[in-house]
């Protein structure tokens, strides 16, 4: 059987919530909620956004608007791999067909 995991409280804007976590999670997820914080009082010192709701769906779409981005660049990179050692395994193809000449 599984051991339980404990909540771990982090505290987002001056509210403190109580989230549960597997116990190898919580340094990420109190990490998130530092990062969370701090990009939704950014949001809210700007002035244009007052709800405390409407910051968090701000600061939300901001950061999987980052997500998004990053998984973009890293399939442009994994397909961009897959280019070039296909272009290799040619180049090595045609060298020792010319070996064999």
């Known amino acids: 059987m599984k051991p339980a995991s ?4 982090v505290t987002i804007m001056g509210r403190e919530f109580t989230v549960a976590c ?3 999670e919580r340094d990420a997820l109190t990490r998130a909620a530092t990062n969370l914080d701090g990009r939704m009082r950014e949001i ?14 701000i600061a ?4 999987i608007n980052e997500l998004l ?5 890293a399939k ?3 397909e961009l ?7 290799q ?3 090595d193809s045609a060298m020792q067909e010319q070996l064999h000449l």
């Open 22 to 24: 597997p116990d190898e």
């Open 81 to 87: 791999g897959e280019r070039m050692k296909a272009l």
């Open 69 to 73: 981005y990053i998984r973009d660049e």
């Open 44 to 57: 809210q010192k700007s002035g244009k956004v007052v709800s405390l709701e409407r910051c968090a769906i």
């Open 60 to 63: 939300a779409l901001n950061v």
């Open 76 to 78: 442009k990179k994994e």
């Open 89 to 91: 395994e040619k180049l």
């Open 6 to 9: 404990q909540g771990v409280k």
